[in-house]
Every structure is written in structure tokens, then in C-alpha cells.
């Protein structure tokens, strides 16, 4: 509507148009004389509708993705070996390889992971209010209990060299993991609590062309749901 211009001769053919409509109301006058000048001119008034028009919405199926189907399938394989390992590990907690790599390092290693793919399949299938608030909640939180514990046992590990230069005797406690982990969560679910409810994310409508026309001649303009928030 913004480039819909005219010149100042066809302003006045418009107003000229007026006393022809002599209705008495000068209101719709004015409406019958813009609409007569419509018609008299319809083709310079097609020239500011887009070719795009008409248009028609379609909304965009998911189950019919492949990527979205790929998506999800990968992640329910990732997720099946995630819990596969966690069987393993459990089964296998008193053997002397597990009993050094520390059965709590794995432990929150795999629920870490899990909830990271628990997360991608959240944001790889159709949005709903709870998933859109749930995914970002999987996903950093299982980093989180990913990376910390890493972070950690890098932490330890350089210590534990840097003590044996100086032959001195160097105990590691499993609380330290527990401890760092804690603040690491403490951080994240407050940082993700202040997001959810200052500017949480919902379903919200996008649009793209297609490139397509219906058996009707309309431009089909396929519509899919994302989360995003307010100042995403």
C-alpha cells in the first residue's frame, strides 16, 4: 500500500469524478469517485499489485520432511546408545577400569548426553508451548553436566602432574565433581529461569514462498511454526 502512488493529474480526475456521484453524502462520494477511478484505471492500478498476488497459506507438514525426519531418527539412535552405555556402565561399575575412570564421571556424562538429544528431537519435531520451553532447559543443561565434569577432571588431571614433579602425594575427591557441577547448574538454571520468564519462547508463525501455484492460480505461501521469543 506504501508504493501505491499517483500523480497530481490523476488526484484530479478523482476529485473531478465527485459531482458525478451525487448521492448527498459527501462521505461516500468521495469512496464512489476513488472507486470509479479504480475501474477506469484498473490496469495502472495492477501495476502496484505484487505478482505474488493472489496468495494462499499452507501449512508445512513435518511428517512429510525428510530432513525433520532424518533429524529425529538420528537422534533416536544417538539416544538408544546413550542408554545403551548407561547399562554397560552399570553392569560393569566394579571392574578396575570403571572403578578408575570414576563411575560418577560417566554417570553424569551419559545424562548429560542424553539430555542433549532428548533436546535435539524436541527442536527437530512440530513446536508446542512445553517443548519450546523445554528444549533450551535439555539442552544447556545437559551441556552443562557435560562440560563441567570435563572441565574438572582436566583441572585434576593437570594438578595431579603438577603435585607428581614434586613427588608429593595427591588425594582426588569425587565431591570436587558434585561441587563444580552444582555451581555450574545453579548458574545455568538461574541464567534459564531469568529467560523463561522474562522472554520466554512460544510457537510463533513463519512465512516463505513456495515458488509454487495452485490449480486456482494462487502464489502458495507455505507457513511452519518456530520457537523464537520476543527479542530472538
Not at 525433520?68 to 544417538?78: D, L, P
Amino acid at each position: 500500500i506504501s508504493n501505491l502512488q499517483i500523480t497530481n493529474f490523476q488526484y484530479g480526475e478523482i476529485w473531478n469524478n465527485i459531482p458525478q456521484a451525487s448521492s448527498g453524502d459527501y462521505n461516500f462520494d468521495i469512496r464512489e469517485a476513488t472507486c470509479q477511478f479504480f475501474v477506469d484505471n484498473i490496469e495502472l492500478m495492477e501495476q502496484f499489485i505484487p505478482k505474488t498476488f493472489p496468495r494462499t497459506v499452507e501449512m508445512e507438514d513435518f511428517g512429510g520432511n525428510p530432513l525433520m525426519i532424518s533429524a529425529v531418527s538420528i537422534g533416536g539412535v544417538a539416544g538408544g546408545l546413550v542408554l545403551f552405555f548407561c547399562v554397560l556402565v552399570y553392569l560393569k561399575r566394579k571392574t578396575k577400569i570403571l572403578y578408575y575412570a570414576q563411575v560418577e564421571f560417566l554417570c553424569l556424562l551419559l545424562v548429560g548426553s542424553l539430555l542433549v538429544v532428548v533436546g535435539g528431537m524436541m527442536m527437530a519435531s512440530p513446536p508446542t508451548s512445553g517443548t519450546c520451553i523445554a528444549t533450551p532447559w535439555m539442552t544447556n543443561i545437559g551441556y552443562a553436566l557435560q562440560l563441567a565434569p570435563l572441565a574438572q577432571r582436566a583441572l585434576a588431571i593437570s594438578r595431579l602432574a603438577h603435585k607428581g614433579k614434586q613427588m608429593r602425594r595427591v588425594r582426588l575427591r569425587t565431591a570436587s565433581i558434585y561441587r563444580v557441577v552444582l555451581i555450574t547448574f545453579g548458574v545455568v538454571g538461574g541464567l534459564l529461569s531469568a529467560y523463561t520468564v522474562l522472554d520466554p519462547s512460544v510457537p510463533r508463525p513463519q512465512y516463505k514462498f513456495s515458488g509454487t501455484v495452485d490449480e486456482n492460480g494462487e502464489t502458495v505461501v507455505v507457513m511452519k511454526e518456530t520457537c523464537s521469543s520476543i527479542s530472538q
